[in-house]
Structures are given as C-alpha cells and as structure tokens.
C-alpha cells in the first residue's frame, strides 16, 4: 500500500510542488454541483455567486444557502450564549480536563513570544515600529465529519493572546458539543453557526447579524479557501490551506511501529493528504510499510487512510541523510518529524517547515493538541515564506516617525534631491518649504 | 478645488472603504484593452491570460507581451550587470550621495529591527519558534512616467537585512538609470527588464531565464495588483496596493502652509491619490486651502493634483480632537501626519495606520525617501490588519517541538482524549502506542 521511491522519482511524483493550472475535480463532485446551480458550474463560480448574494442580500442570502447547501432552517445565526455554558458542563469530564490542558499549554507558549515595539533615538529624534492588535478577528472552525475543537482552540488563543478585543466565530450549523464547550473554556461569546463560503463571505463583507471583521483565520474544504482567495486584499487572511502533510525523515535508530502510526495519523484526515517517509535505510523501510499494514487493521477510518497513502504518500529510499535534508527543505512541509538518532543536529539544517518535531518522544499529535504552538501551519509548499498561527498574526506594525527639526533639516535636501530625479516636484517643494520658512536658506 | 466636509458628510464620501463589489473602469480604459484583446476584454480576463501564457510557455511568452504591451523587443531579459555600476558612476554626484544617505538610513533602521527567535525549557523539553528568512524575493519596481529608485531602496533592503540569499528584481523595459544605480548601490546584481503582470508571472510560476522566487514584493499599477491577487497562495505577497492616501490630523498651532505642501505632494502620485485633512479649527481649514490654490501654481503635475485633490480628498471639519480621532483610526490610511501641539499623546489613541509622523518636522515626504522606515506600506485599510514593509515579510517562523520523554507521556493521554472526541482514531492510536511501548501502561 505504502509505495517506494527513489529521491529522483518521488521528485517527479509525490514531492513535485504544481506552481499554478487549474485544479482538476473529481466529475461526481462536478455533477453535484451541477444539480445545485445547473449545468457547466464550476466551484469557482460557485464562490462569486454565494460571496456576491451575501454582499448584496445579507442575512437573507445567508439564510438561503444554509438551507440550500446545508439543509438547515436557521432561525438565529448566532447561537446563544447560554448553549457554551451547558455545552461545557455536559461534556465528559475527561475531555473538559483533556480541552482545558490543551488551553493553558497552547496559552502558556503563545505568552512567551516576545512582540517588541521598538524605538530608538539614535537616528535624530525617535524612530520605531510599535505592535497595535487587531482590532476584530473571524475564526473558522470547521466541521463535518470530524468535529475539530482543538482548531477553535488553536486559532482563539493566539488571537487573546496578542489583544484582540473582539473574536467571532463561524462554524458549521448544528455544531458539536465538544466545539461549543472549546469556545465557553476560552471565553468567546460570538458563535456563529454558518459554514463553508457563506462564512467567508459573512466575515468579509458583514451582514445585519454578522460584523465584517478585519482578519479572517482557520482552515476548512474547498469552498473556504476559494472564498478565502476571493476576499484577500479585503480582509487580512491567515493564508490559503491545502490537504495536511507529514514528512518524516528517520534513520535505523527509529522504531518502525511509531513511524508508521504517525504515518497513518496524518492518513486519516483526508484522501488528498500526504504521509511521506524519506529515509537512507532500506531495513527500516519495509519494517514501517509491514507496520502500516498491521496497525490499519485496527483503525475506524481505513477507507480515508488508503487512499491518502496510495496516492500522494510513500516511502523515499535517499542516498544518504544530505539527499532527505535537502528534499524536506525542497518541499516544505506543513509538519516535519525527525525520528533520528541525533534530530537538534539534523534540525539546524532545515528552514522550510511549518513545525519540526525532534525525536519521536515529539510526536506529531502532540503539536496536534497540546505541545504548545498552534496547529494551524503552512500547507502545500507555502512554509518556504509563511509561518504557523502565531501571535503575529494578530498584531500589525505601525512605522513611527517623530524627528527633530535638526535631523529633518539636515534630511529635507536629501529627500528633496531624489524627488527632483523622481520628476515628483510637490515632494521636492513639501521637502524645500521647511528649510526656506525655518532657516531661510534655499536649497 | 479641497472641498470641505463635515465629518458624517466625509463618512459617506471620501472617508468610505467599500468591502469588495466590482471595481468599475474608464471606458477609455476598456476601449484599449479592447483593441489589444478583443471586444469585451476585462482588466481580470487579460491579466488571466497574460499569466496563464507565461506559465506555459515561459520566455517566449514575456517577449511577446513585451512587444504588445510595451513595444520594446526584448533580446536579453535581463539587464546586464555592468549596466548598473555605469548607471551609478553617471548620474549626478549629489543625487549618488542621496540615495547613498537614503539607503543608509534605511539599513539602519531595520538592522534595528528585533527578530526574536526563542525556545523555553520550561514546558518539558524544549519548545519555541525560529525565524529563518525567505530563500527568493521578487520585488517588482514600478516604471512608468515616475520612475522610483526609492521603491528599489525600500523593498530590497529590508530583504537584505532579513538575510535573503537571492534578490531578483523585474522593472519595465529600458529602466531609469536612476533605478540601476540604486540597484548597484545596494549590490543586487539580477534585474529583468520586464514590467506589469507579466513580472508578476514570471517570478511567480518561474521561466527558463526568470526563477520562480518564494515571495513577491513592491506596489504596482493595475495590472501588477490583479496578477499578485491570482498569485495568492502560490507564492507570498506583501499584499495589494491601491491608491496612494495621506490624512492629517491637525490643530490651531499647524503652519497652513506646510500643510498645504504635504497634501499637494501626496496628491502628486495619482490622480485617485488621496489627501485628506481632519481638524476641528475652522480658519486652519481655510487657511490650508487657500495655501492649496497659491502653491498649486508652482507644480509641475498641476493636472494630476487638481484631478486628486477634487475627487478623494478633501478637508474635514471636526468637532473636537476626538472626532478626527475616531476617523483616523476607521480609516486606517497609509500615512498619518500629526501637525498638532502634543503629537506624542495624539499617537497613543491612533492604532490603525501604516505610518505615523509625529509633528510637522516629520512630514511625510521624509518618509517616502529618507527617515528610515520602508515607504512602501499598506493603503485603502488595510493598516487595519497589514503593517508597512518590514524585516519579518522576509522571514518565516518554524514551531520547534522537543519534548522529554516524560512530557510526553504526561501529555499523550490529553492528545488522545480529544482525538477520540474528534473522531480521529489513528491520531488517538499514535499518542497511545506510544504509552504502551515505554511504559506497559494503557490508556
């Protein structure tokens, strides 16, 4: 099931990053939507009209496709806040201690990261750069099939974190009690049950109920991120996610039974997925591809992992340790785990990956739910320029600029001269009327 | 020609940030595009074509857009190196020595610039974040009829700062020489002679003579801003430019005539450039505008101003401090002047805005050549969520996750648990078998 690759072949197949062209859907997918919004529909299509009606028509529009795409009557978009309270009282004690662990480890780590504003008067009066948070934040925790209270976690507490006043969150309709009972632990009041685009949508251009808000953040399926897509340069967005990946790179001082359960963790999460081995030892190979059959037997969403591990996963046989150095850094993965004998070392060397995992005591469902950062990371190749969520994300930087009038005198001819070569006249004449009116000087 | 608003006057006209809605054209515009394209070619369809060509057929296809749109024939694309230190030796002595002051500034105050990666022992093991800075940058340099060594200066340096290794710049066909020497000056040596969406495009899906670059940065016209809209996702982006805006929050004790200068400066750029003064003092108000008309006379983009200053500026009258306050911070413009007695304490309730520049020594135009600070910063409110170019848009940060033995299996029952409540059995199993292998323990 696990297939084998040479470096060179894996290029060529499961490691080649596609820059561009347009995605292929699967025809049944194609026809379904056919059947909502006639024939020739495509998704992107589909997008523009939901994003168009919810701009023009509101609440209403986002009634409408919660009925039509949802099945769902929506009285009130929001749900009440009493719902959280109840939510988090009723769910078993285990998973209220379990979600409350994972809080104060995910708000423990985001705490440490250091946001300095700075300024300095070195430079003729005061210059800097000063962190101001966001002011209003949208959050989206999906939903489906696989309920994700830890995302509401993962994506809130960074944005608390960094002094954001004011957090919605939009969710699918007929959310889990586990997700309602993640938003009473960490304090949000503003829950929406509205999914998929019309979320997007709602976020970015506000509603009567909905406020427009000024970063959106959270993964969700096709339809989110197109939206996503559509609305940049409007709102502030997290980045674009595609199906999850794991690299791990092991050496013959891996145990082959936790490789593969790691392998088969990420299997799960979707049939576009990818599970990617890269190792120089043959032996530990095939011990990881026997396991990963073993182990499958035992797991309740073996249809999801064997498609994910039949097509964009597999086992990489490298020359040596440089040859899966330099692939991981190649590819950039959302997650990189080193299962090596000496992985502070093997670390050093790699600078494209959203998170990196040391040992396999740091195993990746750890950072899925409580080892600290969040598990919102870069997909898709996109760690080569962008970051996990982090607190960043929530703050922005605002130039300060407060010379003395020394400096801005000994200044003014410098700006004034390169505005001339510019052919910017009005800049050379604000830059010169400070001198003229102040020292009388001409420049 | 400023007209004068009151503040809910302003609030629906020049004030106003639409969220999304299609952006309408001169139908002179469209005309064009038109006898190049087509009937009934829109900016999106013609940016979609430009760049979907170049991602199939590479450099053949940047030398045929160069001849359509351009009208250059291009030989090489790139410009040959020794070019630039020709260019720097032979532009004028003064203007070498500005952009030497200009460059210098602008190192020193990113070199200044904190980028704390950090890890902390006290959650178990080892946990924190690492920066490491983008690989390739593309910044896109303008051309056109104000060619802007200063946009080179203030885009490049920063990357160099952050420690990208590979710098590639595009500019349109047969640049300024003013745009090579600051090239040469700041020792970038890959500068393609190539402009518009197409730039965008090559950098973004790579050619056979243009490297497909990890990040792309710097302000462009429409075109450019389209193709960095599609390139979401594919590559980073600092964000989308729009028009270029100056508001200025003055009092009793501004100088009318200084204020005048900076409003007519920023008008300069764009014809849809905005230059917006708040103040609660009346006979300022008239006092500025009257400044306006005298020194208008003087200007050598007379039509483009006059064009500015009628349509997306304006002085508004404010009640009180408070007021123009409020304003301020909805609007979150690229540039913020504070022409008041106490700017200091005026900047501390002022928290969306690309720059602020505290007292009339610090106007703007210092900003845009010399204080420091990156000039390219982001417009029509996006200050709400976006920062002026900065050290961090050339890095990335990696989550490190190196946990003891002991920490994990203190936190693996936690992963487990809310993995069996999200459904997610393989990650559940992962945290187990871990417990079980080490320990004997089951959990």
């Given at each position: 099931m696990l297939k084998l690759f040479t470096a060179s072949e894996a290029q060529q197949t499961i490691l080649r990053r596609q820059r561009g062209g347009d995605s292929t859907y699967p025809q049944s997918f194609l026809d379904g939507l056919a059947q909502h919004f006639g024939p020739g529909t495509t998704p992107e299509g589909t997008v523009r009209a939901i994003l168009d009606s919810i701009r023009t028509d509101g609440d209403e529009?986002?009634?409408?496709?919660?009925?039509?795409?949802?099945?769902?009557?929506?009285?009130?978009?929001?749900?009440?806040?009493?719902r959280f309270e109840e939510a988090y009282r009723g769910i078993p004690d285990d998973l209220r201690q379990a979600l409350k662990d994972s809080a104060a480890r995910i708000?423990?780590?985001?705490?440490?990261?250091?946001?300095?504003?700075?300024?300095?008067?070195?430079?003729?009066?005061?210059?800097?750069?000063?962190?101001?948070?966001?002011?209003?934040?949208?959050?989206?925790?999906?939903?489906?099939?696989?309920?994700?209270?830890?995302?509401?976690?993962?994506?809130?507490?960074?944005?608390?974190?960094?002094?954001?006043?004011?957090?919605?969150?939009?969710?699918?309709p007929e959310p889990d009690e586990s997700i309602l009972a993640a938003a009473y632990l960490c304090g949000v009041d503003t829950v929406f049950q509205i999914g998929g685009a019309q979320a997007i949508g709602a976020m970015a251009y506000g509603t009567?109920?909905?406020?427009?808000?000024?970063?959106?953040?959270?993964?969700?399926?096709?339809?989110?991120?197109?939206?996503?897509?559509?609305?940049?340069?409007?709102?502030?967005?997290?980045?674009?996610?595609?199906?999850?990946?794991?690299?791990?790179?092991?050496?013959?001082?891996?145990?082959?039974?936790?490789?593969?359960?790691?392998?088969?963790?990420?299997?799960?999460?979707?049939p576009l997925a990818s599970a990617i081995l890269l190792t120089p030892d043959a032996t530990l190979a095939a011990a990881v591809a026997a396991e990963v059959e073993r182990q499958l037997a035992n797991l309740s969403r073996r249809e999801t992992i064997r498609f994910a591990l039949e097509?964009?996963?597999?086992?990489?046989?490298?020359?040596?340790?440089?040859?899966?150095?330099?692939?991981?850094?190649?590819?950039?993965?959302?997650?990189?785990?080193?299962?090596?004998?000496?992985?502070?070392?093997?670390?050093?060397?790699?600078?494209?990956?959203?998170?990196?995992?040391?040992?396999?005591?740091?195993?990746?469902?750890?950072?899925?739910?409580?080892?600290?950062?969040?598990?919102?990371?870069?997909?898709?190749?996109?760690?080569?320029?962008?970051?996990?969520?982090?607190?960043?994300?929530?703050?922005?930087?605002?130039?300060?600029?407060?010379?003395d009038p020394d400096t801005c005198r000994h200044l003014a001819p410098t700006a004034a001269r390169i505005a001339d070569a510019e052919g910017l006249s009005a800049h050379a004449a604000a830059a010169r009327i400070r001198l003229q009116d102040s020292t009388g000087e001409k420049i």
């Open positions: 529009a986002l009634r409408k496709w919660s009925a039509e795409l949802d099945r769902v009557y929506l009285d009130s978009l929001s749900i009440p806040v009493y708000r423990s780590f985001h705490e440490r990261q250091p946001l300095p504003s700075w300024t300095t008067g070195e430079m003729g009066g005061t210059v800097g750069q000063r962190f101001t948070p966001v002011q209003r934040v949208g959050v989206y925790v999906p939903g489906g099939t696989a309920p994700l209270p830890s995302s509401l976690l993962m994506s809130v507490i960074p944005a608390q974190v960094a002094g954001v006043s004011e957090i919605v969150v939009c969710t699918p009567e109920s909905i406020p427009a808000v000024d970063k959106i953040v959270g993964a969700g399926g096709l339809f989110v991120t197109l939206a996503k897509q559509r609305v940049y340069g409007i709102v502030g967005l997290d980045g674009l996610a595609g199906p999850t990946e794991t690299m791990v790179i092991a050496d013959a001082s891996a145990n082959p039974a936790w490789v593969a359960a790691d392998l088969l963790a990420q299997a799960e999460h979707d097509h964009r996963s597999g086992v990489v046989l490298t020359e040596d340790m440089d040859t899966a150095v330099m692939l991981a850094n190649d590819y950039g993965a959302e997650h990189l785990c080193l299962a090596v004998e000496d992985p502070q070392s093997l670390s050093e060397q790699l600078y494209n990956a959203g998170g990196i995992f040391l040992g396999e005591f740091s195993f990746e469902v750890l950072g899925d739910y409580v080892a600290g950062p969040s598990h919102v990371m870069p997909t898709g190749g996109t760690a080569r320029f962008a970051s996990p969520l982090n607190v960043l994300d929530f703050v922005k930087l605002t130039s300060i600029v407060a010379l």
